[in-house]
């Protein structure tokens, strides 16, 4: 009993100690807190302004195409988890940090058993950094390894985990981690080690990425292969003892080649590329409509087809969809970094002499006034077109031939003819019409040499209207991605009517291909330069339109250049490199009129224009005009019934007889007066043309109910 008073003593100094324990437990806590706060406001770490990353330039489905270096050289992009392999990023965890999800920033029992074995061994046997801790020492790199720059770094660390959430403290290690030289971040790595993206890694990939940035230097396989080797098999044997992989797997993964090549950062569609940084420099990733697949198979065409056509020659392309008008490939050098073929220089944008491209739409034109069809015979002989005086590319001359030979043949002549019978103002307020702007010579009109490349162009341009063959007749603006922000989306139009447009696809798809070409269902065309400068072949199927340009940047001639043996094989390969599906073209629209020679009407059976024509030299009345049906007029003929009635057509002007086509298709029989009739198929658009005695035409749209 006599010990009892003792014993509440010792209990009542013990309990007065534990309170004062507590207390000042209490009150170092407050005070860590409030000097947290302090430390979170006066020295926040560097997270609101983050190091810069790569410029990045991806394709349509987020691929990349290329990427620029930042300001000091650096390859760093930008990753997120999504980007990477998520059997790497367990590794990594597992390897780095195993309780990274259960601390604060500080791994408490890391600490202990690194001084531990520290003090033990005499040397650094296992480090304590946590994965937020070598973020807080990527951001902010310290000047030493002393005791004060380890505490900051432990400080920081701990503001990164009051700031961050982990996935976000592990994108930003996945973006800053070095791995030898000037590469920074896990996807510069696997792009350089590997040649890919790290979205899917082996095994033995993701070992040799966890191990590196401990030590980049040293261990980078470019430079120590043997090193590189021997740190990702510890991570392997790590890996199993962690339970990640089993035995048999690490073995089989130790057994893979750890190569010591680095590759070069993708660097494809390099003039595109620039453009969108140019235009948006302040933007670090620019998305463009192109398709990577698409890309990569036309410069490895252009890039074999300037080595074989010989030194200072370049080829560009552009392959676009007709429907949307976007760019999936646009190759404006054969080699961006060849000097000796000027590649820096965008081929694409550059105005050239087109050649003989533009005489579809001379043909096509021709077509919807009515003045010819397929069959039509035109004369191709020595003509003179008031002091004009066209020669074929051979400098030979067919005779009679017909219309669907002479632009299969690309006869000049016979181009010629139609274009003084339509007008060169009226073909290219056409191409106005729809965006493209040729360049004449300054303060001249439009002449007939325009139909023979005597106009300024560019390959983009070709294209733009060669989307209206494809497409019926509906041109699409061209686009890729690389516009300013807020610029509108380049507006097309009608080039053609979809049955003009139809019969000139019709005669393009019988051009025969170049020789070894594979056939391929496309319609296309081939041009050649005045001076031999510039080489073209444009192809198209029911979908996809693709532009080919041959030259030298600097329009020196080229003797024994032509579109049809050194640009139509780039066409055809460029094509088949692509990667993508054939589409059938177009088939021919409702009422379309195709008619045989013996079914040809007189009128349409043999073209005579102003140049060899008394009756046109000498005709003096206005040409034909309809007054009705108007323009664009919607009529109501009672088609629904079954038997519409006859729609009158009026006209003022021209030389008697007319003959008056109904969507290409002659009506019967002359008519010297100004008045006729049509009696409909049926409901729909129509277009209605008449012909004067002259070959003047005129015609309207309309449409029929």
């Not at 990164?160 to 290690?173: H, P």
Request: charged share 20%; glycine share 10%.
């Amino acid at each position: 009993m006599a010990g009892r008073p003792e014993g509440g003593v010792a209990m009542r100094k013990w309990l007065r100690r534990s309170a004062i324990a507590l207390a000042s437990c209490a009150a170092f806590v407050a005070l860590a807190w409030v000097g947290l706060e302090w430390a979170d406001r006066a020295f926040p770490p560097p997270i609101a302004s983050p190091f810069p990353v790569s410029t990045e330039v991806l394709d349509r489905d987020g691929s990349l195409l290329r990427a620029f270096a930042t300001p000091d050289g650096r390859w760093r992009l930008q990753a997120s988890l999504d980007d990477v392999d998520p059997q790497f990023v367990r590794m990594l965890i597992a390897y780095e940090d195993k309780r990274f999800f259960d601390h604060e920033g500080v791994d408490v029992l890391a600490l202990l058993r690194a001084a531990g074995q520290f003090a033990s061994n005499g040397r650094i046997i296992s480090g304590g950094s946590t994965l937020s801790m070598q973020v807080a020492r990527l951001m902010e790199p310290r000047q030493s390894r002393s005791f004060g720059a380890k505490v900051r770094q432990l400080l920081r660390a701990i503001q990164i985990e009051r700031r961050l959430t982990k996935r976000q403290i592990l994108e930003a290690y996945l973006t800053l981690a070095p791995y030898g030289g000037n590469l920074e971040g896990v996807r510069a790595a696997s792009l350089a080690y590997f040649g890919k993206e790290p979205k899917r890694l082996s095994v033995s990939e993701a070992a040799l990425l966890v191990a590196l940035p401990q030590l980049p230097e040293r261990r980078r396989p470019d430079r120590n292969l043997d090193l590189a080797h021997a740190a990702r098999d510890r991570v392997l044997t790590r890996m199993v003892s962690a339970g990640l992989i089993d035995e048999p797997e690490a073995k089989r993964a130790a057994l893979d080649e750890v190569t010591a090549d680095r590759s070069a950062l993708p660097t494809l569609a390099p003039h595109a590329a620039a453009l969108a940084m140019r235009n948006a420099p302040s933007e670090h990733i620019h998305k463009l409509t192109i398709r990577k697949r698409v890309q990569e198979g036309l410069e490895e065409v252009a890039r074999e087809a300037a080595k074989k056509l010989g030194p200072k020659l370049s080829v560009a392309m552009i392959m676009a969809d007709a429907q949307t008008g976007e760019i999936l490939g646009e190759v404006g050098s054969s080699d961006f970094f060849d000097a000796s073929r000027a590649g820096w220089i965008d081929m694409t944008r550059i105005v050239r002499s087109p050649g003989s491209t533009l005489k579809p739409f001379i043909y096509g034109l021709a077509m919807e006034q009515g003045l010819v069809a397929q069959e039509t015979l035109i004369e191709d002989r020595p003509t003179d077109f008031a002091g004009y005086r066209p020669k074929n590319f051979d400098m030979s001359y067919q005779g009679d031939v017909s219309v669907r030979q002479a632009l299969q043949l690309s006869l000049n002549v016979p181009a010629i003819r139609l274009l003084d019978a339509i007008g060169p103002a009226r073909l290219t307020a056409r191409f106005r019409q729809v965006g493209v702007k040729p360049e004449l010579p300054k303060d001249e009109p439009p002449g007939l040499a325009i139909g023979l490349g005597g106009v300024g162009v560019t390959l983009r341009d070709l294209v733009q209207l060669y989307t209206g063959l494809s497409n019926g007749g509906a041109v699409k603006g061209l686009h890729d991605g690389t516009e300013p922000a807020g610029a509108p989306v380049p507006l097309g139009g009608t080039i053609l009517d979809d049955q003009a447009a139809w019969q000139i696809s019709d005669i393009l798809a019988g051009v025969r291909p170049p020789e070894g070409a594979l056939a391929r269902g496309i319609a296309y065309k081939t041009g050649t330069s005045y001076g031999y400068r510039d080489a073209w072949s444009i192809g198209y199927d029911g979908r996809y339109v693709l532009g080919v340009w041959v030259g030298r940047p600097d329009a020196a001639a080229v003797p024994g250049l032509s579109g049809y043996v050194s640009a139509a094989p780039i066409l055809f390969e460029g094509f088949t490199k692509s990667g993508l599906a054939a589409v059938p073209l177009k088939a021919a629209p409702a009422g379309t009129y195709k008619p045989e020679r013996q079914d040809l009407p007189v009128t349409l059976a043999r073209f005579n224009s102003g140049a060899d024509s008394l009756v046109t030299a000498t005709a003096t009345e206005p040409p034909p005009q309809i007054l009705f049906p108007p323009q664009g007029a919607r009529v109501d003929l009672g088609v629904a019934s079954g038997n519409p009635s006859a729609l009158a057509l009026k006209i003022q002007g021209g030389r008697a007889p007319f003959r008056w086509l109904a969507n290409g298709k002659p009506l019967a029989g002359l008519n010297r007066r100004r008045e006729a009739s049509w009696k409909p198929d049926g409901a729909g658009a129509s277009t209605l043309t008449v012909i004067d005695a002259a070959g003047r035409a005129a015609s309207v749209s309309v449409f029929v109910e």
